[in-house]
């Protein structure tokens, strides 16, 4: 890997880290990037070469996640929803446990809904709105995150 990418990794992971750090000890609305930059030890202009917001931290490190899940899943033929597949599911959020119980604390599961809403979309394709399977789809993906909040 080039040694500009290197660095700009370590430098997002400084600021994701320094973040969750935060979030810790207090909401995402009470926490500043000039709070953040200080702690994580990086230029204001490296958060906003990588990120818009604070929210963007976050959905960014989401999205990571998904596509981690998405490069670990093994299809079953049309079935993605596999026994397997279900089972890492819930070790992601063993994993990542912290992220997602501080996220939804302050208010910001929803976040997370949406965008694994999205992510199982994109995983099933196009359909149309009116599709049973599209809500079959929404019941699957909300009962993950439920009985994973609930675990």
């Avoid at 990588?50 to 963007?56: D, F, G, L, V, W």
């Amino acid at each position: 890997m080039d040694k500009r990418k290197e660095a700009n990794l370590r430098v997002k992971q400084s600021i994701t880290e320094t973040l969750l750090r935060l979030l810790e000890q207090k909401s995402i609305s009470q926490i500043t990037i000039s709070e953040i930059i200080t702690s994580a030890g990086v230029a204001r202009s490296s958060f906003y070469r990588n990120y818009t917001s604070k929210e963007r931290v976050i959905t960014t490190l989401i999205s990571d996640i998904l596509e981690e899940y998405r490069a670990n899943m093994k299809s079953d033929g049309d079935n993605v929803y596999t026994y397997e597949n279900i089972h890492m599911g819930f070790e992601f959020f063993s994993h990542y446990e912290r992220l997602v119980l501080d996220l939804h604390r302050f208010g910001y599961g929803s976040i997370i809904l949406q965008m694994m809403n999205q992510f199982h979309e994109d995983i099933a394709g196009s359909m149309p709105h009116t599709s049973i399977s599209r809500y079959e789809l929404y019941i699957y993906t909300g009962a993950l995150y439920n009985t994973a909040l609930m675990w």
